[in-house]
């Protein structure tokens, strides 16, 4: 059945409908990986978004749910150039487009999906409606209206999910990936999870010797966001060692007083180059965020155009990539350690 993807700006796509059939409305990003889809499609950071795959062939090694980020889909709709139907690996569970149409997932196939990556990174990330009717002028008004509201709230876990080590860390989910609390565990570490409304009381409560800050959706000066931003404060005058990863990076950062601000079409893919400043080293790490701190003491910047991508406090540190980056890559998961070290100090 054929499909359309009706841009904010006017602009169409026409290709074939594939995982569930419907209309969907959200933001369209594009990300550059050219494996960990399976990461993407389940990573809530994707909250309210439309996620253009630029690698043309995805689903290759099907759906493999021990490599799910969480329990739900974080995707609201899926572009890809050529969905593989037949999967080869022994640990797959079926195709990604079963796994849309399991999910109730709107995915849209065949357009040319280097002609939409460029129209995205030269006019930057905006609004798109897909839909299998024909368009209308009424559907690209309907899409320039679309706002994500209150993201953190949808994703964050209501409940508090602990497991065992011997330091023991409380961590604010903002719609954690599950790769960072397995890269606390595997260093010894209790993770205590709680949710994003928790108060600084209530996370103090449970005595922790650190404090994590996930990622997360959206934009992190949403006035949503400003008693979050509050608790971090709170939290980070006991004189706890805090570590923030991507959104928690941004909400630490607002808490210290920095400002942030929306990147043209963001960083999203697991090939970003980043340069930590006290070692000129270069890394390629994974991302997937739309906004960035504005600092000029920054511990690592991105190569490619000087955004911030990391901030060091002394007792505290926040990156905006992922340094437990599943599925990769690993160059800097020695930042977990770099946190671990500040736990007894």
Known sequence: MKAYLILENGAI??????????????????????????????????????????????????????????????????????????????????????????????????????????????????????????????????????????????????????????????????????????ALEARGCEVISFPHNASAADILAAKPVGIMLSNGPGNPADPANSLIVETIRSLDEQGLPVFGICLGHQLLALAKGYATKKLKFGHRGANQPVKEMATGRVYITSQNHGYSVVADDCSFVNINDGTCEGLDYGRSLSVQFHPEACGGPLDTAFLFDRFIERLGK
């Open 13 to 182: 796509f026409e290709g074939l409908s594939f995982g569930a059939r419907g209309e969907v409305v959200g933001e369209v990003v594009f990300a550059t990986g050219m494996t960990g889809y399976l990461e993407t499609l389940t990573d809530p950071s994707y909250y309210g978004q439309i996620v253009l795959q630029t690698f043309p062939l995805i689903g290759n090694y099907g759906i493999i749910p021990e490599d799910f980020e969480s329990p739900d889909v974080g995707v609201k709709a899926y572009i890809v150039k050529s969905p593989c139907q037949d999967p080869s690996n022994f640990r797959s569970k079926g195709s990604v487009d079963a796994f849309l149409k399991e999910r109730g997932i709107v995915g849209l196939c065949g357009i040319d999906t280097r002609a939409l990556t460029r129209m995205i990174r030269k006019s930057g990330v905006m609004n798109a409606m897909i839909t299998v009717s024909p368009p209308s002028e009424a559907e690209r008004v309907k899409a320039e209206a679309y706002v994500i509201s209150n993201p953190v709230a949808a994703v964050s876990y209501r409940n508090k999910i602990t497991s065992g080590g011997a330091l023991r860390v409380a961590m604010m989910d903002f719609g954690a990936k599950r790769g960072i609390a397995a």
